[in-house]
Nanobody
Framework: QVQLVESGGGLVQSGGSLRLSCAAS????????MAWYRQAPGKQRELVAT???????VYQDSVKGRFTISRDNAKNTVSLQMNSLNSEDTGVYYC?????????????WGQGTQVTVSS
């Protein structure tokens, strides 16, 4: 069973930065996609950013130019550098690993880490 453990969340003022990390219990090289999702209070979970094994990245429009996703295959970690944070970025951030096409029972989630941006 793959385990993903997020860290790095916290309380930050508007305009500040945070760096989230996700540590996997197994090699991440085999996953087609490593991703960060977030869920704000009262809203559905949404995709924030993805990265492929070759380093191709995709971002949600609202975080382009502010967030950077990266991966360290040797350490089996994925990070999300978040700059110029605003209140709309508040939520629980989840690390995700999956294959493409999706394989039933083979999509993995972390427990989430809370990010709160105060204005």
């Amino acid at each position: 069973q793959v385990q993903l453990v997020e860290s790095g969340g916290g309380l930050v003022q508007s305009g500040g930065s945070l760096r989230l990390s996700c540590a996997a219990s197994t090699s991440i090289r085999g996953f087609d996609i490593m991703a960060w999702y977030r869920q704000a209070p009262g809203k559905q979970r949404e995709l924030v950013a993805t990265i492929t094994p070759s380093g191709i990245t995709v971002y949600q429009d609202s975080v382009k130019g502010r967030f950077t996703i990266s991966r360290d295959n040797a350490k089996n970690t994925v990070s999300l550098q978040m700059n110029s944070l605003n209140s709309e970025d508040t939520g629980v951030y989840y690390c995700n690993a999956h294959y493409w096409p999706l394989r039933p029972g083979h999509e993995y989630w972390g427990q989430g880490t809370q990010v709160t941006v105060s204005s």
